[in-house]
């Protein structure tokens, strides 16, 4: 009877360590897939929880001597974020600004995103932000170019290397 005691203990026991084997791997396989999809290239047109498209990276533009184009991850896009909600919020609070120098909530902005590697190799992105009233069709294929539009439009520079905007500004009015 020990025998069989014993033969069953020790299929409880690989089983066991089968299934734990499983386990971990299952449990590795998911912190790696979910740090695999924070890398990925993100899409080039995003949209808001409105399922609105919002976001548009952009990768037909002009570069300056010394840059090349960069693929903005789903990382890079949620930094991005993250820098501009503080950077309007802090132009929002700035009492030196007027109400016509400052930029509305970040959510009635659509926004054009064109990311490079600077001279120096740094990640780099230029921000463009236009009132979602104001209408341009090809916004999500095509650079918006405008001149003027007070509030309605601002822009900026987010390292993204260094993790900090290089500074926002809003247009002058029309």
Known sequence: MNGWRR????????????????????ILF??????????????????????EDEIA???????????T???LTNKDVELIEKIMEEEVESIMLNKDITE?????????????YLAYTNREGEKEVF??????????????????????GGNTVFKGVINLSKEKSLGFSVNDPM
């Not at 033969?7 to 299952?26: A, S």
């Not at 912190?31 to 399922?51: A, P, Q, R």
């Not at 341009?136 to 294929?141: H, Q, S």
């Open 100 to 112: 016509n120098e400052k930029p509305e909530k970040l959510e009635n902005y659509i926004r054009q």
């Open 127 to 148: 921000v463009f932000c236009v009132s979602k009233e104001r209408k341009y069709p090809k916004w999500r294929t095509e650079f918006i170019r405008t001149i003027g």
């Open 69 to 71: 184009y960069y693929n």
């Open 7 to 26: 033969l069953g203990e020790d299929r409880c026991e690989i089983f066991n360590l089968k299934t734990m084997r499983i386990i971990k791997f299952l």
């Open 30 to 51: 998911f912190l790696i897939s979910c740090n695999i999809h924070k890398n990925e290239v993100s899409n080039l047109v995003l949209k808001n929880e409105k399922g």
């Open 57 to 67: 990276i952009l990768q037909n533009f002009l570069k300056q001597n010394g840059t």
